[in-house]
């Protein structure tokens, strides 16, 4: 692998300022979002398909080339899930110069439809690749297996990953780097949340509507859950409140979701799917993200993430601070980054010396013994008779953990972070605000949802009635899609009495569960585990507390079996080791990674 670097020289504001053509059959670190590297694919004369993360941000780009077709000569035609191949072959008939916006997903559609050797491919947003693997990884493998199929390649980011991550797919390929001799750092105002931040975000909301606080705020938390909260407690409207949010995501929220192309509001709630790439135009937005310690899915990494939130609006006045409200994780008895680290790495050596020995076997055993083991780190294909190792997914287990154990488990390692980033403190604030308290678990608008379910259930005005309350039914299973079961399994009177808690309802419902199947036991119990937070991967745990827990819950699910502290093997990775407490040593397990049960 060789690295080169593009010198950026002092005033440039854009890469095509300096040059007119992307650096091929590379991995490009442009340095710097927001300065135009997509542009200079979408101008050129070369036929292009560029691959990006998400539809918001194919959208984006093409409805720019509508509204600005003085500043993009061609046409750019975004390709997703809805879009027919009748619409496509249509585009290229009619096109001058393709220029097509495709999703991961969308990727072999296209190249079914054209020739990959007469067209560019450019990768944008590329350690998306990466920090997406672990819930798209057929999707990003269709990136990874393809691009040499096209006569030229270009994979480009502002934030590459660090090199420990790199994925196996891309080590070889040469390295070009932007070297931009003007840039300033980016400045963060930090608020530590001594409240939580949903308290905090509240107070502050308040503030903006009665106009106490100036600009356009912008919302970057990976939540939809935590939007819809502070939309309800905060009675947010249309008028004032914009949200941005996955096509996939069915839940209503209250707010009709929004694009980044839309009309700019007071309040801005957006999720990961416009992290990266999107483009807000805003000159009064203000960038606030937020860390919340308590939900792992908030956690905003600083050298990927952190730095592309940064740069998405491109106009505004305030660009050079934006603002970090977070709260710490919570998490004790864990295991420290190296700890974990190399025994992830023992389990991956052992997997592959069980593998090796699998090998030497006729290829027909090797398999019907392999599909009977649930390996973390390799992939069994019983159609195809392969065992393939995925030398990825141990570096997404290290880079999450990374992330909730290490870099937000105190502010002294966050702050190392920003330094290795060239994220400069603007501003320190402990914020110890105590607006009205925002339920943590919905319990009143959980509470509120079940009791006007009983209210029109006990109508008796005949068929409207009726149909009122299965349509307030349908809109209740999407916020709670276990509404139903509590419904049928406890009822009315027995939610009231466990109080309305949410974690306490589906515990009932596990337990009420109808046992169908030795294998439907193991998933109700998976099911319970999965509700305590002891078990979350990274834990240790005694193999006294394993026994029993495990004790209680056969119990309470009507399992006649006695516990043994090995049954948590059914359920996790884990490695076993010892504990030095109060003087004496104990046994105990350290949780490693969740097992996936096929429920039947």
């Known amino acids: 692998m060789r690295t080169t670097t593009i010198k950026i020289p002092k005033g440039t504001q854009y890469l095509y300022e300096v040059i007119s053509e992307l650096p091929l059959n590379c ?31 194919a959208e984006n780009k093409s409805i720019q080339s509508k509204r600005d077709k003085g500043f993009y000569p061609y046409e750019v035609f975004a390709v997703y899930g809805d879009v027919k191949d009748a619409d496509i072959i249509g585009y290229l008939h009619s096109a001058l110069v393709p220029k097509i916006m495709v999703t991961y997903n969308s990727l072999i559609r296209v190249m079914k439809l054209i020739n990959p050797q007469e067209y560019y491919l450019l990768i944008d947003e590329y350690h998306c690749l990466f920090t997406q693997y672990s819930f798209r990884k057929e999707a990003a493998m269709t990136v990874l297996n393809n691009y040499k199929e096209f006569r030229n390649y270009t994979f480009m980011t502002a934030s590459p990953v660090e090199e420990e991550f790199a994925l196996e797919e891309l080590k070889g390929i040469d390295l070009v780097n932007a070297d931009w001799e003007e840039c300033l750092p980016v400045k963060v105002n930090i608020t530590r949340c001594k409240n939580g931040v949903e308290k905090t975000i509240k107070y502050q909301i308040e503030r903006i509507l009665n106009g106490e606080l100036e600009g356009n705020y912008y919302f970057f938390i990976n939540s939809v859950k935590f939007m819809k909260k502070m939309i309800t407690n905060c009675r947010l409207t249309n008028e004032n409140c914009r949200v941005i949010y996955s096509e996939s995501n069915d839940t209503n929220i209250g707010i009709t979701r929004g694009k980044a192309t839309d009309q700019n509001k007071k309040i801005n709630f957006i999720t990961s799917c416009a992290f990266e790439g999107c483009d807000f135009y805003d000159t009064e937005g203000k960038i606030v993200i937020v860390s919340d310690g308590n939900r792992c899915n908030t956690l905003v990494d600083v050298s990927t993430q952190f730095l592309q939130i940064a740069g998405r609006i491109r106009n505004s006045k305030y660009a050079q601070s934006i603002s970090h409200i977070l709260t710490n994780t919570r998490y004790s008895g864990k295991l420290s980054y190296e700890q974990f680290k190399n025994m992830t790495i023992e389990d991956m050596k052992k997997e592959q010396s069980e593998i090796e020995d699998l090998r030497k076997m006729e290829v027909d055993n090797q398999i019907k013994y392999a599909s009977k083991v649930d390996y973390k780190y390799h992939y069994v294909n019983t159609e195809e008779k392969t065992i393939t190792t995925d030398l990825n997914a141990p570096k997404i287990d290290l880079y999450n953990y990374k992330i909730l154990h290490r870099d937000y488990a105190s502010m002294a390692n966050l702050l190392e972070q920003y330094d290795k980033n060239k994220v ?3 501003n320190w604030n402990v914020c110890s605000a105590n607006p009205e308290l925002i339920p943590m678990d919905d319990v009143i608008n959980f509470e509120y949802t079940v009791n006007e379910l009983n209210r029109l259930n006990n109508e008796n005005s005949g068929i409207l009635s009726n149909y009122k309350y299965l349509q307030y039914k349908e809109a209740a299973v999407k916020n709670f899609d276990f509404i139903d079961d509590a419904m049928n399994l406890i009822g009315f009177e027995g939610i009231r009495k466990l109080k309305y808690k949410i974690s306490n309802v589906k515990r009932k419902i596990i337990q009420l569960s109808p046992k169908t199947s030795e294998t439907h036991d193991l998933v109700r119990i998976s099911e319970m585990l999965r509700l305590n937070p002891h078990f979350s991967p990274g834990c240790v745990v005694t193999c006294e507390y394993v026994k029993k827990i495990m004790n209680s819950y056969y119990s309470e699910l009507g399992i006649h079996k006695k516990a043994t502290s090995t049954d948590i093997e059914t359920y996790y990775f884990v490695k076993r080791g010892n504990q030095k407490a109060d003087g004496n040593t104990k046994r105990c397990y350290a949780i490693l990674g969740c097992k996936t049960l096929i429920k039947k």
Not at 27 to 50: E, Q, Y
């Open 27 to 57: 991995l490009f670190n442009k340095s710097v979002t927001g300065c135009g590297g997509t542009t200079i694919a979408l101008k050129n004369d070369i036929p292009t398909v560029i691959c990006v993360p998400y539809i918001s941000l």
């Open 424 to 426: 400069v403190i603007d």
